[in-house]
């Protein structure tokens, strides 16, 4: 009964590759986050889909591109992974409707570029 | 804008003592604010969130905060630290549209 499930939860692999992680959420939310957690533990968030509708979508590299089928799938897909890229990734949604929604989060998927 | 400052980048307490985890923020309307705990090698888990009803907010495993809008401050407290609450501790802040913006986080160490 996992509210909010990403996978892989470990992904190693070396720097020029393209990876994907995935995200899924089952409480029915109309919103889905991505988050990179640095390695001083700040957390920044990356992008935003609200009904598979892109509406946050801070600066990233365009190397980072979320996909959405459907409401309650977010997937990020990264390409020609670099170094600088290694930290924890996390996946959150909400329920949009008024303020103060809180964003129940992932495990976290931990990449690793060699 | 909206922000959040921790103050405090570790805090160390003894098991059975009270522990202050400090939160300033600085926001430019009538904000949400939350607290969530970060175990190691874990996702993110609610402990508590302000969203302008009672100022006194009482959260899961014994933690409870304040609202202070005169201070702009947001303080997490428990009376009596268990060895389970060593975590990091983030301090959020919310305006509007579900956007959040995290503190840097507080570590929070107990010891026996």
């Known amino acids: 009964d996992t509210a909010v499930s990403q996978t892989p939860k470990y992904l190693v692999t070396q720097m020029g590759n393209d990876k994907s992680i995935k995200c899924e959420q089952n409480?029915?939310?109309?919103?889905m986050y991505w988050y990179k957690q640095d390695s001083k533990k700040f957390l920044k968030i990356m992008f935003s889909?609200?009904?598979?509708?892109?509406?946050i979508n801070e600066t990233v590299p365009n190397r980072f591109s979320p996909k959405s089928p459907d409401k309650a799938h977010l997937n990020l897909h990264i390409n020609s992974l670099e170094l600088g890229d290694s930290a924890v990734y996390f996946c959150?949604?909400?329920?949009?409707?008024?303020?103060?929604?809180?964003?129940?989060f992932g495990p976290g998927t931990r990449l690793t570029v060699t | 804008a909206q922000s959040v400052t921790q103050l405090d980048s570790h805090v160390s307490v003894s098991e059975g003592t009270p522990v202050l985890l400090r939160c300033n923020y600085s926001s430019s309307y009538s904000p949400s604010l939350f607290w969530y705990v970060q175990h190691p090698n874990k996702g993110l888990q609610l402990l508590l969130k302000?969203?302008?009803?009672?100022?006194l907010v009482k959260g899961i495993n014994g933690f409870e905060a304040e609202f202070k809008k005169s201070e702009t401050s947001f303080h997490l407290t428990k009376p009596s630290a268990h060895m389970s609450d060593a975590a990091e501790y983030f301090c959020?802040?919310?305006?509007?549209?579900?956007?959040?913006?995290f503190g840097k986080g507080t570590m929070l160490l107990v010891s026996p």
């Open positions: 302000y969203t302008s009803a009672a100022t």
């Open positions: 959150a949604s909400s329920q949009t409707s008024g303020q103060g929604r809180e964003q129940y």
């Open positions: 889909y609200n009904n598979k509708e892109l509406i």
């Open positions: 959020v802040v919310s305006e509007g549209y579900s956007t959040l913006t």
């Open positions: 409480l029915g939310h109309d919103t």
